[in-house]
């Protein structure tokens, strides 16, 4: 069995960089659409990741906005979170949502937490 994995980023006409992850498993390659950075439009797809805090070990864990790659985009700032019941048989899901500063611009966002694909829109 054999798998790799490799991510290339593109610069749109506008300037919006957009990733894209390929998987290849046992000789097929598998790509999809990473995450994509459109300050022109306002509009930030990317991946929520905890890293750890600089320093000591109380000081927790650090929200990040980074790409398919794990490469950084933002810090991120968790600013709420709370208990949706969805229309699949009333299980309950956690929903966060997040806040990041890119260029000057804020963008906001929610999911269901670290390891999750956010989408962002930037206020006006």
Known sequence: MTFASKSETFTADNGARVEVGTVTFQGRDFAAL???VDEAHGVINAY???R???GSWTWGKRYVLT???GEEIAPLR???SWLNRNVFGGFPVRMFAWSATIDGRVYSGR???AGMFVRMRGRL
């Open 52 to 54: 750890d805090a600089p």
């Open 78 to 80: 968790l600013t709420g």
């Open 34 to 36: 990473g995450s994509v």
């Open 67 to 69: 790409t398919w790659n």
């Open 111 to 113: 999911n269901t937490g």
């Open 48 to 50: 929520v990741s905890e």
